[in-house]
């Protein structure tokens, strides 16, 4: 696992070597195993639901003859779907943003690729107040440094309206985005630029326009990097990652609580003697926050998905382990409307190939309600997961299995109890564990902002897996 808590760019993180594979130190699956033919297609498990008519679920991939794949996705206001995240198919570079809509049904209306002629990708999307779009990732093609923080303004129709980039001379990336009370954006990541140690938790805020109001880097003098960023109810920040500076063990989850102006409040780490992370918070509707991402210090395999429930403060009231024998990885968390959590991800313990979408459903105390696989023979991933209107779940990752390239863009609706044509039912083992420790950060700040001009176009072929 220690693999996957090196410094990956955004185009490895989509592509099919992603976080999973670098965990388990395996070969790279666009050489082993083989990519199936595009089209190639599984019968259906005989637990599934026929793919008949429209919503409550759809198995589609989206993109090209190259790698391509999505790490975020939303309902938008028209009761569709936008999903942000890279592709080698399309665009001006090596990579560029890649941005997706689909109606209510799946069905493809737009696609759109942001960049210039380097490696640029986006890691989280959110819709703005203004029926339009904010992407936040990062960029090797424009900016002040190796790599800068990444910010893309859309309108409605996908059309650019600005791009700015944030960073130094060094490593900055962009990694979860939020609209803020005042207009503006924020966002976490970390930056090699600034900072205490190798890496630092980075986070900016911009106002409505894309200019830039405060930066902050917390961490110490090793590795420590932020890659969830929610919003709190007292207009403050809440950050999850994972730290080396700090904790139990060789990497520690790490949550971060700022106040409205990037003050920090405190820190906590949670985890064991090996490498645990966090990919995903939020905050809950008792005030408190949860995390979901993966431990190697606990569990029944080589990783487990791991869920820390913690209180208003900070103070840890649960943990839980999910998962198999093998590497399982949660990515993407939310509260459900019954006042439980689910979880998407990836797994090697279950499923039908060397990786599957990994979806989880635990009640409000953490207690495991149901577990779903879907994929076919080769390589998918979860990145993304949202509750949908009609109570359903809808989740964006990438997928080798079938599409039209080696990796395509792979969105999967569920109804709400996690059913669909492409979904298995699983059994999966339950455990818990870590240890809560307090730390005492430096704290610094650092970003030059430019605003590039950046090249647009657009591509893709749409795939039912379920027609």
Same mark, same amino acid.
């Given at each position: ?15 099919? /070597? ?30 599934? @639901? ?24 939303? !309902? ?63 960029? $090797? ?12 303004? @859309? ?5 650019? !309206? ?43 805020? @911009? ?127 939310? !509260? ?28 409000? $105390?953490? $207690? ?57 039912? !699983? ?20 970003? /030059? ?19």
């Amino acid at each position: 696992m220690k693999n996957l808590l090196k410094p990956l760019s955004l185009a490895l993180f989509v592509a099919a /070597t992603l976080l999973m594979q670098n965990a388990c130190n395996r070969t790279s699956p666009s050489s082993n195993p083989p990519t199936q033919n595009a089209h190639t297609q599984t019968s259906p498990p005989s637990d599934t @639901l026929p793919a008949t008519g429209p919503s409550p679920y759809f198995c589609k991939a989206i993109g090209g003859k190259n790698d391509d794949g999505g790490t975020s996705l939303i !309902q938008t206001s028209d009761g569709g779907y936008a999903i942000a995240g890279a592709t080698t198919s399309f665009g001006a570079g090596e990579w560029d943003v890649y941005v997706v809509k689909l109606d209510a049904n799946g069905n493809l209306q737009w696609t759109k690729t942001i960049g210039g002629k380097k490696e640029d990708g986006g890691r989280s999307l959110i819709q703005t107040s203004d029926g339009g779009y904010a992407i936040a990732g990062q960029t $090797n093609s424009f900016g002040a440094g190796e790599d800068d923080v990444y910010v893309v303004k @859309l309108d409605a129709n996908g059309n650019l !309206q600005w791009t700015k980039t944030i960073g130094g001379e060094n490593e900055d990336l962009g990694t979860s985005l939020t609209p803020t009370s005042d207009g503006g954006y924020a966002i976490a990541g970390y930056t090699k630029s600034f900072g205490a140690g190798e890496w630092d938790v980075y986070v900016v805020k @911009l106002d409505a326009n894309g200019n830039l109001q405060w930066t902050k880097t917390i961490g110490g003098k090793n590795d420590d990097r932020g890659t969830s960023l929610t919003p709190t109810s007292d207009g403050g920040y809440a950050i999850a990652g994972r730290t080396n500076s700090f904790g139990a063990g060789d990497y520690d989850v790490y949550v971060v609580k700022l106040d409205a102006n990037g003050n920090l409040q405190w820190t906590k780490t949670i985890g064991g003697k090996n490498d645990d992370a966090g990919l995903s918070l939020i905050q809950t509707s008792d005030g408190g926050y949860v995390i979901a991402g993966g431990t190697d210090s606990f569990g029944a395999g080589k990783a487990d998905v791991y869920v820390v429930k913690l209180d208003a403060k900070g103070n840890l009231q649960w943990t839980k382990t999910i998962g198999g024998k093998n590497d399982d990885w949660g990515h993407s968390l939310i !509260q459900t409307a019954d006042g439980g959590y689910a979880i998407a991800g990836i797994t090697h313990s279950f499923g039908a190939g060397g990786r599957d979408v990994y979806v989880i459903k635990l009640d409000a $105390n953490g $207690n495991l309600q149901w577990t779903k696989t879907i994929g076919g023979k080769s390589w998918e991933a979860g990145f993304s997961l949202t509750q949908t209107s009609d109570g359903g779940y809808a989740i964006a990752g990438y997928i080798r299995s079938f599409g039209a390239g080696g990796a395509d863009v792979y969105v999967v609706k569920l109804d709400k109890n996690g059913k669909a044509c492409c979904a298995v039912s !699983q059994t999966s083992r339950v455990g818990s564990g870590g240890r809560l420790l307090s730390a005492a950060p430096s704290i610094g700040s650092g970003g /030059t902002l430019t605003a590039p001009t950046s090249s647009t176009s657009s591509g893709g072929t749409l795939t039912n897996q379920c027609p």
